[in-house]
């Protein structure tokens, strides 16, 4: 991880991450920890209001885009026979709370920073065998959409990630990076009580 500053108060974190997809395109719940030891202590009072999550997904390895590592938006070819539409989906979101399935995880979940859900239509052949259409749709719910002052920490970062019939990466390992814009923050006694009671009830 990499700290260094934007503006006078801010620091920019950088991580890297890894996952792999199963033989079918799916990837159940998989969590990775960022380390942020280096700016939180809640004995000392300080914390992070995070106030920026940035993600993107790499693949280095994808025999498609050799040059540049990019993830394809594409989760599904249907075969010519295919008469089926396939739905897709990827969903990755930043937060202080262990959730056991991402299902559970909306911009209405207790201690949740950030979602961003990509999910892709491989529509259905018609009958000729001739192709149908391909679409994409990305939603984002960043830190400024749901905590406009900032998502203030005392500990570790934890970021979620959980896919559905990505049939095009089946068994491929797949490359999150993730950045952060935080300020430094002091806090108060009652709400470094309050948020360690909340991890408590974890």
Same mark, same amino acid.
């Given at each position: ?96 709370? /262990? ?22 239509? /491989? ?80």
């Amino acid at each position: 991880m990499i700290g260094m500053a934007k503006n006078q108060d801010d620091v920019l974190l950088r991580d890297r991450m890894q996952f792999t997809f199963n033989a079918t395109g799916d990837r159940t719940t998989l969590y990775g920890r960022i380390d942020l030891s280096a700016y939180v202590n809640p004995i000392s009072r300080e914390g992070l209001a995070i106030k920026e999550v940035k993600f993107q997904l790499r693949e280095p390895t994808q025999p498609t885009f050799t040059n540049t590592g990019c993830f394809s938006p594409v989760a599904d070819w249907q075969s010519a026979s295919g008469t089926a539409g396939v739905l897709s989906a990827v969903k990755i979101y930043a937060t202080t709370r /262990a959730y056991e399935n991402a299902a559970e995880v909306g911009i209405a979940s207790p201690d949740v920073l950030c979602v961003y859900e990509k999910i892709a239509v /491989a529509g259905a052949n018609n009958p000729t065998g001739a192709g149908g259409d391909l679409q994409t749709y990305e939603y984002w719910y960043g830190p400024a959409d749901l905590h406009p002052d900032g998502f203030t920490v005392v500990s570790d970062l934890l970021i979620g990630i959980a896919a559905d019939n990505w049939d095009l990466n089946s068994n491929d390992t797949v490359e999150l990076d993730v950045l952060l814009v935080a300020e430094p923050v002091k806090i108060s006694t009652d709400r470094i009580n309050e948020i360690l009671s909340q991890a408590q009830d974890l």
